[in-house]
């Protein structure tokens, strides 16, 4: 049995990081005799300079083909002026869309070795271990209509469309209510349904869903309030389940609770298990090319992707143990750097994981 | 000349706090002879439960009849069975819409005696004054077309439109330019402009404004860059503009970032400086009736009422002085209760402030 992982490196430190997740992976393909193959291919601006489009359908077609996909970062400014249906981030709404990756699981989780990075007080964020369950394919990203109107006054107006359909709550919910059972059993689920008729919706199918998993407490929040709760005290909460849009804005905000967004992977599930993989953090175009990068988001996404998408667990333990290894070995990337640690370049990063195998 | 407040202290806590703001109100109007007389009206769950309406409509004619409104909080737990419609909430969002109160100003600052209180280090926080304008009769909160719809298939769809026109984002655009003109001449102005539309229009507007203000520094972000940015290292922030949804978050953000959201203001204003004031912070149904809310966030909203819409600078500098000084003095309501204070009730903050004046 061959199984088939792409791999899109994407644009400025995605190439870098990818490279490195990438040896970790032929190594626990050898170690663990995990069959896997390996192929790559283009997305974002890097497709944008090639092939004058964000996502070509070479690429789309050996994304649907391939059984997990593995994602380093899209955008940058040099495609900052094209129009929206350029640039690249469409590259990446295209896949999440095409392979109907309604699932984005965003887990943040402070790392012991690096609980002095956070900004916030230690006691408030010691053990922090939150997931953010966010919908990937709906709401106000994919929304019609759109666009920008001209108006009989002469003047335009833009708009764009916040809309759910009870199966697409239904279907993310259930996936969270499922990942609250497997952890803390703690479901809070986000909206403003005291302003938005579709969060109103959300509420009641996320109510209505509580009967099939009665061992989880589910809570409402308005997210104006989480935008502060997770500020004032991370740790109440187990797992959030929100849309695209609030998802987006929380789940930045509790990575960088954690102080080291360069540590943070992400899922993207469709309900084949089928996933993509990515660092939390983008593509940060300032350090591209330096060899300065933090490859560990994307080495723990490889993990990640090894036991959802591959149902290889020991092999996703490996590598996480191995970071682990590194991180207590002192080694530290310059986003993660502090006193006493010894400052390594994206490669000897990757290095050492391969040799903590 | 005699100048007319509306005072509305609407639900939960709202009555309490707003009660200690009014003798404020009253010292100052007697010592700066300002001619001030005083009226009150009900609205949000407590016009609800005499009315049945969130906003009757001898609040509204009275609010558009007076120079200032000074409101509490709307909205509890008893309401929140009630259709959309009728909601506490409503009667916030009629007097927001009927009034045009587009500009809703909501500084975030750190003070010097509450320090202690953020769960952020001392060093990522100490100094902080931000300033968030925020859209507030526009955007997502107001668009047409909102509902939940029955489709084809049978199932319901919920929606909201997101949408600005070119006026509306230039009129915000300019109150905030004017902001950073009069603080540290540094514009934030952030959308979602690589995903949707509105925001692009939005973005567009903005820069076109930037040539009227040459000594404004005008930057852009994305809004979950930006929620990140304000936990990582909020100082780099002088004044933020936004739309309504984004506002509401980042603005809730920012506020916690202080850890003492009983403190902070906020202003909302029309194009005659007409306003509407009230403190951050909700209805707080949890401790409503038992004498210990903060009044300070109101009583500071008194102030910010006195400098922006009654050109009463010297009255508005007596308050915050006289709020400073109960500070220094170690009284403290429970929210932002520490080791070395002394616990007052809410009366007796309120009481302590007339005495500092
Ligand atoms: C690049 C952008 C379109 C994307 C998003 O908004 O979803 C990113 O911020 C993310 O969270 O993955
Ligand atoms: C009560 C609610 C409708 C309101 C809003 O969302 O605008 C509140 O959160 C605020 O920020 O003033």
Redesign the interface.
Known sequence: MSRNVLLLPGDGIGPEIVAEAEKVLNKVNDQFSLGLSFDSALVGGAAIDETDTPLPDETLEKARNADAILLGAV?GPKWDGLP?AR?P?KGL?GLRSNLELFANLRPAILYPQLASAS???PE?VSGLDILIVRELTGG??F?QP???RQ?ESG?????????????EIRRIGRVAFEAAQQRGKKLCSVD?A?????????REIMEDLKREYPDVELSHMY???A???????PKQFDVIVTGN??G??????A???T?S?GMLPSASLNSDKQGMYEPCHGSAPDIAGQGIANPLATIISAAMMLRYSLNEESAAQAIEAAVSKVLDQGLRTADIMSEGGRKVSTREMGEAVLNAL
Chains 1, 2 share one sequence.
Do not use: C, H, P
Not at 227 to 233: G, K, N, P, S
């Open positions: 955008g929206m640039r981030e709404l900004s916030l007080k408030v106000i990203y929304g759109r666009g920008v108006l003047e335009r107006q833009g708009y764009n469309t916040y809309q759910y359909t009870e199966s403003k005291n302003v938005l008729e579709v969060t109103v919706l959300w997210v104006d309030n935008a502060m709760q997770l500020v004032r005290a849009m609030f987006d804005i929380l789940s930045d905000e990575a960088m609770l102080g967004i």
